[in-house]
């Protein structure tokens, strides 16, 4: 009897021991696979599903500042009408005017609704992929600034939300691209926050995308070409009655500015390992 129940424990113990060894070895792949899939070289493209999980994260934040817009309005209107009136005392308040013009041109009117309407994030998805595809030495840092970008408006949306010039009463601007048949809200792939005006992200994913062309595309004409992007959409978006003068610039300080970071900022450099001079290379006796 006590030689069966030593084998019983025996074996007990053998089958733990396996239990064991199993998931040990299972525990060592999952941090293998953590570790390869958090070390890829930098020459190689990164995983998609790593991607797709950043732009998931982003558009759940984008989504958790619109829905609280109630709550936000009333300081909304207060900073878009202080914005406005700031650009009245700097003598740059075109948008007006211009956005009467454009409304009264029909097809100057849809041609500028529609670009606003998708050109925005068609544009900057396609260079992003073109990027992680055929660029992916380049396309970490390109991604980086595109998420620094994101990430600093969505502050400022939430932090200090601005009203566009189209939701202000008493103005007289035009939604046009209410009037191009997308509704006071806009509607589309993402609807848009409507009091996210400054700083503006159509400037500034369009700035991104032209130094993204600019620096990658090996065509110097078509890169060049690239350039002219961000000033259409500029005007697409003063002639919308969707931003002021000043969210341009503010959209685009803050791309230059992400841009710099991820691109020209250099990390402290390594100090040289110590040479031996040849005359005491040796060792003498």
Request: glycine share 6%.
């Amino acid at each position: 009897m006590v030689e069966r129940a030593d084998q019983t424990d025996y074996a007990s113990a053998s089958s733990l021991v396996r239990v064991m060894e199993s998931k040990l070895f299972w525990a060592r792949s999952v941090v293998g696979r953590v570790r390869r899939f958090a070390t890829r070289p930098p020459t190689m493209r990164p995983y998609l599903l790593g991607e797709l999980l950043i732009v998931a994260c982003l558009l759940r934040v984008y989504d958790g500042i619109r829905s609280h817009a109630e709550v936000r309005r009333p300081a909304a209107m207060s900073h878009g009408e202080a914005l406005l009136h700031a650009e009245r005392v700097l003598r740059i308040d075109i948008e007006h005017s211009v956005n009467a013009w454009t409304a009264s041109q029909h097809w100057v009117s849809l041609a500028a609704s529609y670009w606003y309407q998708f050109a925005h994030i068609t544009v900057t998805m396609l260079v992003l992929v073109w990027c992680w595809w055929f660029r992916p030495e380049s396309y970490r840092k390109a991604r980086n600034s595109l998420v620094i970008i994101n990430v600093v408006a969505l502050a400022v949306f939430l932090l200090v939300p601005v009203a566009p010039p189209r939701l202000l009463p008493g103005t007289g601007f035009i939604d046009t691209v209410a009037q191009a048949g997308f509704g006071t809200s806009h509607g589309g792939p993402v609807t848009a926050d409507q009091y996210g005006a400054m700083p503006s992200l159509h400037i500034g994913w369009a700035l991104w995308t032209a130094l993204v062309c600019y620096h990658l595309v090996k065509s110097r004409p078509l890169a060049r070409c690239w350039l002219i992007y961000p000033f259409i959409t500029a005007a697409a978006i003063v002639a919308t009655g969707n931003h002021y003068l000043l969210d341009a610039v503010a959209g685009a300080v803050l791309a230059g500015s992400a841009w710099w970071l991820t691109h020209r900022a250099r990390s402290p450099r390594a100090t040289p390992p110590l040479e031996l001079r040849p005359e005491t290379a040796g060792v003498g006796g």
